[in-house]
Protein backbone atom coordinates (compact mmCIF):
# COMPACT_ATOMS: atom_id res chain seq x y z
CA UNK A 1 0.00 0.00 0.00
CA UNK A 2 1.46 3.22 -1.16
CA UNK A 3 2.06 5.59 1.98
CA UNK A 4 0.90 9.36 1.47
CA UNK A 5 3.35 11.59 -0.68
CA UNK A 6 4.93 14.32 1.62
CA UNK A 7 3.93 17.37 0.69
CA UNK A 8 7.37 18.95 0.61
CA UNK A 9 8.48 16.80 -2.15
CA UNK A 10 5.64 17.96 -4.36
CA UNK A 11 6.59 21.27 -5.66
CA UNK A 12 10.04 19.54 -6.88
CA UNK A 13 8.74 16.97 -8.42
CA UNK A 14 6.53 19.74 -10.57
CA UNK A 15 9.45 21.88 -10.75
CA UNK A 16 11.47 18.94 -12.70
CA UNK A 17 8.27 17.67 -14.74
CA UNK A 18 7.56 21.11 -15.83
CA UNK A 19 11.08 21.70 -17.08
CA UNK A 20 12.05 18.12 -17.51
CA UNK A 21 15.87 19.39 -16.55
CA UNK A 22 16.78 19.06 -12.84
CA UNK A 23 19.31 21.84 -13.35
CA UNK A 24 16.54 24.42 -14.53
CA UNK A 25 14.52 22.74 -11.63
CA UNK A 26 17.13 23.42 -9.14
CA UNK A 27 17.55 26.75 -10.04
CA UNK A 28 13.93 28.00 -10.12
CA UNK A 29 13.74 26.78 -6.68
CA UNK A 30 16.75 28.14 -4.88
CA UNK A 31 18.23 24.75 -3.89
CA UNK A 32 20.99 22.49 -5.05
CA UNK A 33 20.70 20.15 -8.06
CA UNK A 34 21.90 16.84 -5.58
CA UNK A 35 19.63 17.38 -2.71
CA UNK A 36 16.88 17.67 -5.77
CA UNK A 37 17.91 14.46 -7.16
CA UNK A 38 17.81 12.96 -3.81
CA UNK A 39 14.67 14.39 -3.33
CA UNK A 40 12.94 12.79 -6.16
CA UNK A 41 14.48 9.47 -5.48
CA UNK A 42 13.07 9.68 -2.36
CA UNK A 43 9.41 10.13 -3.52
CA UNK A 44 9.81 7.80 -5.84
CA UNK A 45 11.14 5.30 -3.03
CA UNK A 46 8.15 5.98 -1.30
CA UNK A 47 5.63 5.20 -4.10
CA UNK A 48 7.67 2.15 -5.75
CA UNK A 49 7.51 3.14 -9.20
CA UNK A 50 9.67 5.33 -11.42
CA UNK A 51 8.12 9.11 -11.89
CA UNK A 52 11.30 10.16 -14.90
CA UNK A 53 13.26 8.18 -17.58
CA UNK A 54 16.67 10.13 -17.19
CA UNK A 55 19.50 9.82 -19.98
CA UNK A 56 22.47 11.95 -20.42
CA UNK A 57 20.82 14.09 -23.24
CA UNK A 58 17.38 14.20 -21.62
CA UNK A 59 14.64 13.50 -18.50
CA UNK A 60 11.00 12.25 -19.64
CA UNK A 61 8.41 11.67 -17.67
CA UNK A 62 7.20 7.96 -17.32
CA UNK A 63 3.42 7.38 -18.12
CA UNK A 64 2.85 7.04 -14.14
CA UNK A 65 4.75 10.28 -14.09
CA UNK A 66 2.37 12.20 -16.59
CA UNK A 67 -0.30 11.15 -14.68
CA UNK A 68 0.84 12.36 -11.45
CA UNK A 69 2.30 15.82 -12.86
CA UNK A 70 -1.20 16.09 -14.55
CA UNK A 71 -3.33 15.74 -11.43
CA UNK A 72 -0.73 17.06 -9.03
CA UNK A 73 -0.76 20.48 -10.82
CA UNK A 74 -4.26 20.76 -11.16
CA UNK A 75 -4.34 20.15 -6.90
CA UNK A 76 -1.88 22.65 -6.83
CA UNK A 77 -3.88 25.21 -8.52
CA UNK A 78 -7.19 24.29 -6.68
CA UNK A 79 -4.81 24.36 -3.14
CA UNK A 80 -3.85 27.64 -4.07
CA UNK A 81 -7.07 29.00 -5.19
CA UNK A 82 -8.61 27.60 -1.67
CA UNK A 83 -5.69 29.26 0.35
CA UNK A 84 -6.77 32.62 -1.38
CA UNK A 85 -10.15 32.29 -0.83
CA UNK A 86 -9.55 31.49 3.00
CA UNK A 87 -7.17 34.20 3.70
CA UNK A 88 -10.03 36.63 1.77
CA UNK A 89 -12.14 35.35 4.49
CA UNK A 90 -9.78 35.60 7.02
CA UNK A 91 -8.99 39.76 6.01
CA UNK A 92 -12.76 40.01 5.91
CA UNK A 93 -12.87 40.66 2.07
CA UNK A 94 -14.88 37.31 1.41
CA UNK A 95 -17.37 35.09 2.49
CA UNK A 96 -21.78 35.38 3.54
CA UNK A 97 -22.54 37.65 6.52
CA UNK A 98 -25.53 36.07 8.43
CA UNK A 99 -27.73 39.87 8.39
CA UNK A 100 -31.36 39.31 10.52
CA UNK A 101 -33.81 42.17 9.66
CA UNK A 102 -37.46 42.80 10.77
CA UNK A 103 -40.83 43.90 9.37
CA UNK A 104 -39.73 47.52 10.44
CA UNK A 105 -35.93 47.57 9.87
CA UNK A 106 -36.95 46.99 5.96
CA UNK A 107 -38.41 50.66 4.99
CA UNK A 108 -35.42 52.05 6.97
CA UNK A 109 -31.93 52.75 5.57
CA UNK A 110 -30.91 49.03 5.61
CA UNK A 111 -30.89 48.38 1.81
CA UNK A 112 -28.74 51.36 1.51
CA UNK A 113 -25.99 49.83 3.61
CA UNK A 114 -26.21 46.87 2.09
CA UNK A 115 -26.08 48.35 -1.20
CA UNK A 116 -23.02 50.37 0.10
CA UNK A 117 -21.11 46.85 1.41
CA UNK A 118 -21.54 45.24 -1.41
CA UNK A 119 -19.71 48.44 -3.34
CA UNK A 120 -17.22 48.54 -1.32
CA UNK A 121 -16.70 44.39 -0.80
CA UNK A 122 -18.02 42.88 -4.26
CA UNK A 123 -17.03 39.74 -3.13
CA UNK A 124 -18.67 39.18 -0.38
CA UNK A 125 -22.61 37.78 0.02
CA UNK A 126 -25.49 38.85 2.40
CA UNK A 127 -27.27 36.42 3.64
CA UNK A 128 -30.57 37.95 4.87
CA UNK A 129 -33.30 36.26 7.14
CA UNK A 130 -35.96 37.96 7.58
CA UNK A 131 -36.71 37.72 11.40
CA UNK A 132 -38.91 39.48 14.22
CA UNK A 133 -36.86 41.51 16.59
CA UNK A 134 -37.08 38.92 19.82
CA UNK A 135 -36.50 35.92 17.50
CA UNK A 136 -33.23 37.44 16.17
CA UNK A 137 -32.24 37.84 19.67
CA UNK A 138 -32.72 34.43 20.22
CA UNK A 139 -30.87 33.49 17.04
CA UNK A 140 -27.42 35.80 18.58
CA UNK A 141 -27.85 33.36 21.42
CA UNK A 142 -28.01 30.68 19.40
CA UNK A 143 -24.74 31.79 17.34
CA UNK A 144 -26.36 31.58 13.74
CA UNK A 145 -26.87 35.44 13.34
CA UNK A 146 -23.45 37.58 12.72
CA UNK A 147 -25.57 40.70 12.48
CA UNK A 148 -28.95 42.48 12.78
CA UNK A 149 -31.41 45.41 12.63
CA UNK A 150 -34.07 45.31 15.08
CA UNK A 151 -36.02 47.68 17.50
CA UNK A 152 -33.44 49.40 19.64
CA UNK A 153 -35.94 48.68 23.09
CA UNK A 154 -35.04 44.76 22.16
CA UNK A 155 -31.32 45.40 22.02
CA UNK A 156 -30.42 44.43 25.59
CA UNK A 157 -27.06 43.07 26.22
CA UNK A 158 -24.51 41.18 25.50
CA UNK A 159 -25.45 42.85 22.23
CA UNK A 160 -24.15 45.78 20.52
CA UNK A 161 -25.61 48.67 19.45
CA UNK A 162 -25.49 51.41 16.26
CA UNK A 163 -29.46 53.10 16.19
CA UNK A 164 -29.49 53.61 12.31
CA UNK A 165 -33.39 54.77 12.42
CA UNK A 166 -36.20 56.79 14.21
CA UNK A 167 -40.04 57.13 13.00
CA UNK A 168 -42.67 58.64 14.90
CA UNK A 169 -45.51 56.62 15.73
CA UNK A 170 -48.87 57.17 13.51
CA UNK A 171 -52.51 55.94 13.35
CA UNK A 172 -54.07 54.19 9.97
CA UNK A 173 -57.63 54.37 10.24
CA UNK A 174 -60.25 52.98 7.04
CA UNK A 175 -60.40 55.88 4.95
CA UNK A 176 -64.82 55.22 5.83
CA UNK A 177 -64.12 55.90 9.64
CA UNK A 178 -65.21 59.28 10.79
CA UNK A 179 -61.90 60.36 12.20
CA UNK A 180 -60.50 60.09 8.45
CA UNK A 181 -61.06 63.80 8.00
CA UNK A 182 -58.85 64.74 11.31
CA UNK A 183 -55.54 65.98 10.74
CA UNK A 184 -54.69 64.32 14.38
CA UNK A 185 -55.29 61.93 16.94
CA UNK A 186 -54.98 61.15 20.50
CA UNK A 187 -54.17 57.88 22.47
CA UNK A 188 -57.00 58.89 24.41
CA UNK A 189 -59.41 58.35 21.31
CA UNK A 190 -57.56 56.01 19.61
CA UNK A 191 -58.29 54.10 22.72
CA UNK A 192 -61.89 54.06 22.18
CA UNK A 193 -61.71 52.35 18.83
CA UNK A 194 -60.82 48.48 18.13
CA UNK A 195 -57.40 48.21 17.42
CA UNK A 196 -55.65 45.40 15.05
CA UNK A 197 -51.72 44.88 15.84
CA UNK A 198 -49.02 42.10 15.44
CA UNK A 199 -49.32 38.73 17.32
CA UNK A 200 -47.35 38.97 20.84
CA UNK A 201 -45.54 35.78 19.85
CA UNK A 202 -43.93 37.71 17.22
CA UNK A 203 -44.50 41.65 17.42
CA UNK A 204 -43.10 41.04 21.13
CA UNK A 205 -40.87 44.31 20.84
CA UNK A 206 -43.46 46.61 19.13
CA UNK A 207 -46.17 45.57 21.48
CA UNK A 208 -44.03 46.67 24.42
CA UNK A 209 -43.65 49.81 23.24
CA UNK A 210 -47.21 50.71 22.48
CA UNK A 211 -48.55 49.02 25.62
CA UNK A 212 -46.08 51.50 27.30
CA UNK A 213 -47.18 54.26 25.51
CA UNK A 214 -50.87 53.33 26.67
CA UNK A 215 -50.07 52.58 30.40
CA UNK A 216 -48.22 56.26 30.70
CA UNK A 217 -51.79 57.55 30.18
CA UNK A 218 -53.68 55.30 32.44
CA UNK A 219 -55.59 53.90 29.05
CA UNK A 220 -56.00 50.59 27.70
CA UNK A 221 -56.59 49.33 23.68
CA UNK A 222 -59.72 47.33 22.72
CA UNK A 223 -57.91 44.38 20.67
CA UNK A 224 -60.35 43.03 17.45
CA UNK A 225 -57.67 40.96 15.41
CA UNK A 226 -54.09 40.03 15.68
CA UNK A 227 -51.93 39.20 12.60
CA UNK A 228 -48.06 37.95 12.03
CA UNK A 229 -47.15 40.65 9.06
CA UNK A 230 -48.17 43.72 8.01
CA UNK A 231 -50.04 43.39 4.55
CA UNK A 232 -52.75 41.36 6.46
CA UNK A 233 -53.13 43.92 9.46
CA UNK A 234 -53.73 46.52 6.56
CA UNK A 235 -56.11 44.44 4.83
CA UNK A 236 -57.91 44.11 8.21
CA UNK A 237 -57.84 47.97 8.75
CA UNK A 238 -58.87 48.83 5.06
CA UNK A 239 -61.54 46.34 5.79
CA UNK A 240 -62.82 48.02 8.93
CA UNK A 241 -62.01 45.84 11.50
CA UNK A 242 -59.99 48.47 13.41
CA UNK A 243 -57.38 50.78 13.67
CA UNK A 244 -53.89 49.89 14.44
CA UNK A 245 -50.74 51.54 15.16
CA UNK A 246 -47.52 51.62 12.84
CA UNK A 247 -44.31 53.68 12.07
CA UNK A 248 -44.64 56.48 9.71
CA UNK A 249 -42.24 54.99 7.30
CA UNK A 250 -44.95 52.82 5.82
CA UNK A 251 -47.19 55.73 4.83
CA UNK A 252 -45.77 55.61 1.13
CA UNK A 253 -46.60 52.41 0.55
CA UNK A 254 -50.33 52.31 2.37
CA UNK A 255 -52.73 50.93 -0.35
CA UNK A 256 -56.04 52.38 -1.09
CA UNK A 257 -58.89 53.06 1.79
CA UNK A 258 -56.26 53.21 4.20
CA UNK A 259 -55.27 57.32 5.68
CA UNK A 260 -52.73 57.84 8.48
CA UNK A 261 -53.35 60.25 11.43
CA UNK A 262 -50.27 62.13 12.98
CA UNK A 263 -50.71 60.78 17.00
CA UNK A 264 -50.45 63.96 18.44
CA UNK A 265 -49.00 63.05 22.17
CA UNK A 266 -47.15 59.58 20.97
CA UNK A 267 -44.07 60.97 22.77
CA UNK A 268 -42.48 57.44 21.93
CA UNK A 269 -40.58 56.85 18.39
CA UNK A 270 -40.14 53.56 16.82
CA UNK A 271 -36.02 53.21 16.74
CA UNK A 272 -34.02 50.50 14.74
CA UNK A 273 -30.39 49.54 15.56
CA UNK A 274 -28.01 47.53 13.56
CA UNK A 275 -26.56 45.17 16.46
CA UNK A 276 -24.02 42.25 17.25
CA UNK A 277 -22.01 40.16 19.64
CA UNK A 278 -18.26 42.01 19.86
CA UNK A 279 -17.40 38.39 21.64
CA UNK A 280 -18.99 36.45 17.79
CA UNK A 281 -17.38 39.07 15.55
CA UNK A 282 -16.10 37.84 12.25
CA UNK A 283 -13.94 40.24 9.81
CA UNK A 284 -16.29 40.41 7.60
CA UNK A 285 -19.07 41.16 9.70
CA UNK A 286 -16.87 44.05 11.13
CA UNK A 287 -16.38 45.33 7.67
CA UNK A 288 -20.33 45.62 7.77
CA UNK A 289 -20.27 47.67 10.56
CA UNK A 290 -17.76 49.73 9.12
CA UNK A 291 -19.49 50.89 6.34
CA UNK A 292 -22.63 51.12 8.72
CA UNK A 293 -21.04 53.60 10.75
CA UNK A 294 -19.36 55.75 7.67
CA UNK A 295 -22.85 55.52 5.75
CA UNK A 296 -24.42 56.90 8.57
CA UNK A 297 -22.15 59.64 9.56
CA UNK A 298 -22.37 60.88 5.58
CA UNK A 299 -26.03 60.86 6.06
CA UNK A 300 -25.94 63.33 9.19
CA UNK A 301 -23.30 65.31 7.27
CA UNK A 302 -25.16 65.62 4.37
CA UNK A 303 -28.41 68.18 5.88
CA UNK A 304 -25.24 70.71 7.48
CA UNK A 305 -23.78 70.84 4.24
CA UNK A 306 -26.75 71.85 2.79
CA UNK A 307 -27.85 74.36 5.88
CA UNK A 308 -24.13 76.21 4.91
CA UNK A 309 -24.80 75.94 1.41
CA UNK A 310 -28.56 78.05 1.89
CA UNK A 311 -27.01 80.33 3.81
CA UNK A 312 -24.90 81.74 0.98
Same mark, same amino acid.
Given at each position: ?17 ? *? ?5 ? /? ?12 ? %? @??? =? ?12 ? +?????? /? ?22 ? +? ?6 ? *? ?16 ? %? #??? !? &? ?14 ? =??? $???? =? ?20 ? #? ?16 ? &??? %? ?12 ? *????? !? ?32 ? @?????? *? ?12 ? %? ?8 ? $? ?22 ? $?? /????? !?????? @? ?5 ? &?
Amino acid at each position: MTRPLLPARIPYFLAVGE *TLSFRKA /AEQLGIAQPALSRA %I @RDL =ERQLGFALFERSTR +RVTLTP /AGEVLYRESADAMQRLARATMHAE +RVAQGLSG *TVSVGYSTFAATGPMSDI %I #IEF !R &KHHPQAQVGLRLLASS =EQA $AAFE =EGTLDLGFIMSNVAAPPLQAMP #ISRERLVALIPASHPWAE &KPT %ITLETLSTSPLVIG *TARRW !RGFRALVNGLIAERGLSLSIAEEADDVPVLLQLV @RSGFGC *TILDASFIPTLPPG %IVSLEIADAT $ATLDISLVWREDHLSPLAARFIDV $AK /AFMAS !RQETPR @RRTRQSR &K
